[in-house]
């Protein structure tokens, strides 16, 4: 008997532009690692799909929790001739969300867990990894799995978790357990956990971390800058600055403990940075606006007028343009450029775990808005304009 199940699928048209040619990883008519140069007239709707049949290493997820997150707008949002503006890694059609929780229903023979090395448990309440990496590849095999090269992502080459059930690989999934004597609901924390590990991965391995005592600054309060927010706070940020121009999401950044908020369109980006810090600017400026032209010249420019030295700039946001630096001021302030991709590896996602069951990273406070799986697509819709919610989730199951 074939069981049925509701999900969010996301199609387009294989239209490369006439200036792209494909990679030597792109397949013809299915998959391509730049989206916003191939794929165009995006459409999200709810479907019906079969239960997926899961495999000797996988476990079947029935799924609790997940979130709309900005690449999933992005997927859906096109630009004035019809292609997407998500630059990356896409096949379609394909089961959108990839920021989810669920508790596992059906286990695979040689499916493990990692933690304990034993298999996982009907009804053990887990996150998974959104990066598919092979352990194979050569970055893989360096230690770099969020740079696999045969890399599929769950919900933008994979089916995804906008849906009823989900199989995925063992190697990925990660137990709640830990938060169930904290929290009321570990599916909603835990939902959070993959925006948090991208975040964490950003601020703390790309971007070499902070010591306690210095000074960060974040542009962008959106998720990942609210979880960055949290995390260098918890890491010891002696002032952490968040710019955003939304009044609904700098409240957010305060209550996850920013300690100054600028308005970058009422306020001179780099006189209050200046101010705040009494002149040293900061160690770490993550970019999580997604507006690089826009907020690049504030950024060198606090680095060269400040007297600090050794500070990183972190590329977390995604956008497919080119940022003009001055070699000058990062040549004399003896300061580095970083782009961070992922969550996968470096202990990164059993950290993040680990904090939340410490009580040092609860970022529930980010939802903003409860929806039902089938509200997804008008709400994917919605944020494409909507700039003061945060964090959109779908309760599912």
């Known amino acids: 008997m074939v069981r049925n199940m509701k999900a969010v699928v996301l199609s387009a048209k294989w239209a ?21 140069q191939v794929w165009r007239d995006p459409e999200v709707r709810v479907v019906e799909k079969e239960i997926p049949k899961i495999r000797p ?11 709309i997150c900005g690449s999933d707008v992005h997927m859906a949002q096109t630009d004035d001739d019809g292609y997407i503006l998500y630059p990356g890694l896409t096949a379609f059609p394909v ?14 023979e040689k499916a493990i867990n990692k933690r304990t090395n034993k298999k996982f448990e009907i009804g053990e309440p887990v996150t998974v990894e959104e990066m598919v990496w092979c352990g194979e590849c050569r970055p893989c095999c360096d230690g770099y799995p969020n740079h696999c090269e045969r890399l599929q992502e ?16 063992a190697k990925l999934c990660w137990s709640l357990k830990k938060l169930e004597d904290r929290y ?17 991965n950003a601020v703390i391995e790309r971007g070499g971390g902070i010591r306690p005592g210095q000074n960060v600054v974040i542009l962008g309060a959106g998720p990942i800058g609210i979880a960055a927010t949290k995390i260098l706070k918890t890491a010891g940020a002696a002032i952490c600055i968040v710019s955003e121009p939304s009044e609904t999401r700098a409240k957010l950044a305060r209550k996850m403990g920013a300690d100054y908020i600028i308005n970058p369109l009422k306020e001179n980006f780099v006189e209050r940075v200046k101010e705040i810090t009494d002149g040293e600017g900061a160690k770490l400026y993550l970019e999580a ?3 690089p032209l826009v907020v690049i010249d504030d950024i060198q420019n606090a680095i ?12 977390v946001a995604r956008a497919e ?6 070699g000058e001021y990062f040549q004399v302030k003896r300061s580095s450029v970083v782009g961070a991709q992922g969550h996968s590896g470096h202990g990164t996602f059993p950290n993040v775990i680990n904090l939340m069951a410490a009580g040092l990273c609860d970022v529930t406070p980010m939802i903003t808005k409860e929806i039902t799986l089938e509200k997804v697509p008008e709400h994917i819709h919605l944020l494409q304009t909507d700039k003061e919610n945060c964090k959109i989730s779908a309760k599912i199951n």
């Open 304 to 315: 060269w007028e400040c007297r600090g030295v050794n500070s990183t700039v972190v590329i």
């Open 321 to 326: 343009e080119r940022m003009p630096l001055c």
């Open 57 to 67: 290493d996988e476990v079947l997820i029935r799924v609790k929790r997940c979130g």
């Open 16 to 36: 490369p532009k006439s200036s792209f040619k494909l990679g030597a990883k792109d397949i013809e008519g299915k998959l391509t690692y730049l989206g916003s």
């Open 289 to 291: 606006t997604g507006l």
């Open 154 to 169: 769950i919900g933008f080459s994979i089916d995804g978790a906008f849906a009823e059930y989900i199989a995925v690989p």
């Open 184 to 200: 009321d609901d570990v599916f909603k924390l835990g939902s959070l956990v993959e925006p948090t590990s991208v975040a964490y």
């Open 95 to 108: 089961i959108l969300g990839h920021e989810f929780s669920g508790e596992i229903v059906e286990v695979g």
